[in-house]
């Protein structure tokens, strides 16, 4: 076991309960194609990097997809809320004995291996580290032991979720490094950006 660890909360890929946003404008089933190429780049991400890592999964555990059970630990979200949800996966990962533990999604197409070990290697110094999204969320999120209040009683999939995570650690007198901004994966506009979807 290393001292950190790196969580990933995806969706198991089902049509229609991906990407319901995008879905609006392109289909289910592109919809799907899309956040199955998300979760390649993820793993393609996630395969460079030295962290012990868990996949949570938001239904139920896949033991034959993309996943190796040799290099990623499976799990399932535990929860109401997407916060609730991050509660219980820090605390179970910290209660393995980790020292250092980040959390991200699979909707940041531009995160790569160095921002992770930028994020993760940020939390030896400081208590924790928070990777913005364009849209006022964060596409990463670290600390270097359990805070239980950067979950509570938050409001998600708002603008100001990143704000409120910010103001909830100042406001516990810690300090937050601060990666670079980067943008999920939301519109039309961004899978043109990044190729997922090409100009006819």
């Not at 012990?52 to 993309?66: P, R």
């Not at 007198?173 to 950006?193: A, P, Q």
Request: overall charge negative; aromatic content about 10%.
């Amino acid at each position: 076991m290393t001292k950190s660890a790196i969580i990933v909360f995806v969706k198991n890929p089902e049509l229609g309960k991906v990407k319901t946003r995008l879905a609006a404008s392109i289909g289910d089933e592109d919809a799907l194609e899309v956040y199955n190429q998300l979760l390649l780049r993820t793993r393609e991400v996630l395969s460079g990097i030295s962290h012990d890592k868990f996949i949570f999964y938001s239904n139920f555990i896949d033991h034959k997809d993309l996943w190796d059970e040799t290099q990623f630990n499976k799990r399932i979200q535990e929860g109401d809320g997407l916060g609730e949800k991050m509660l219980n996966a820090f605390k179970s990962v910290f209660d393995m004995g980790y020292e250092r533990v980040c959390i991200i999604g699979s909707d940041c197409f531009d995160l790569n291996g160095v921002t992770i070990d930028e994020g993760i290697n940020a939390l030896q110094n400081d208590d924790f580290v928070i990777g913005p999204a364009m849209d006022g969320g964060y596409y990463l999120l670290g600390m270097n032991q359990f805070f239980p209040q950067v979950f509570e009683n938050k409001t998600y999939s708002t603008n100001s979720v990143c704000q409120e995570a910010l103001a909830e650690i100042h406001g516990l007198g810690k300090t937050c490094y601060k990666l670079v901004t980067l943008s999920d994966i939301d519109t039309v506009d961004d899978l043109y950006r990044v190729g997922l979807l090409k100009n006819s």
